[in-house]
Structure formats: C-alpha cells, structure tokens
C-alpha cells in the first residue's frame, strides 16, 4: 500500500512538473496567438481580389476599386500604382499613427499638428519565398527624439496591425 501511494504521489508530481514545464514553453517559445472569439468585433472590413498582384481589389462598400500594379521588379511594366505592399504601407501608418496619438494623450504629450507615421514596407525576396519588413518613421516637430522614441515603443505594443505582425515580420521604429 505504501508503495502504491508513494508511486501515484510521484506520478502526481511528474505530471503536475509537465504541465508547468509545458506551459511554461508554451508562454516563452510559442508566439502567442490572439483571437476575437471572446472578442466584441467593432469593425469589419471586406475586400475582394482577381488577377492577383496585376489584377483588380475592391471593397464590398465600393469605397476602394483599385486596379494592381504589379512593380517592375517583379515582372510588371514599370507602370506606377496600387500593389498589395503600398496599401498594407497605408494601413499599418494610418493604424500605427493611430496608437501613436493614443499613447502620446495617454503619456499627457502634446503633439503639433505636422506629427508624422510614415511605414515603408519592403518586399524581399529570400530564398523561394518573398518576405515583408517594415520601418515605421515618426516625425515630431519640437519633441525630443528619446521622447519620439519612447512613444513609438508604447505604440508599438498597442497598435493592431504591430500585433498581428509580431514575431512574423521585421518591424523597426525610427525617430526622425
């Protein structure tokens, strides 16, 4: 009888040491990923593609009707327009610019009119695949650049759009 406590004890123990070694790796090597099912969804978006990146995008709300320019580098003609990278550029800057205000009221920062997010996104090719990075620049006229720089930190942790790229895409902050 002893032994049968003393095993079920240890086995206990193991198991227990498991599951906290487990979800340990689980918080510290996986990237965690986030979901609105708990959620309340407060905005939703659609859009529709053809063509690919030399074909046609529109919006369900016929705001957006856009045709692509595949860039030269990548096969097209060289003629300029809309490509998959410059409105994910549009949307991460107008998102980020956002949470950068945000953070600045939250901090009691006062920022001039001529504040500034710029995101250049860069399409590389690596190996077989093309992969995405981004450079968000901010521009404060007046501030200083370790207080830019710390806004930027702050934004960065709260925006959308840096949350769901974290740990999948290079992603850099500059202070202009």
Known sequence: PLRRVHGDLLLCVFFMASRSALAL???TAIPRRFSTASSTVLSSNKATARGGRAGVVKSDDGVLNLEMKLPKSLGGTG???PNPESLFACGYASCFNGAFLLVAGKAKKELPAETSITAIVNLARNG???DLSVELQAKVP???KSEVESLLR???EVC?????TRNNIDVKLVAL
């Open 142 to 144: 007046g501030m200083a």
């Open 25 to 27: 790796f689980a918080r």
């Open 128 to 130: 077989g695949n093309l």
């Open 160 to 164: 959308p759009y840096s949350r769901a």
């Open 79 to 81: 003629e300029v327009g």
């Open 154 to 156: 702050a934004a960065h």
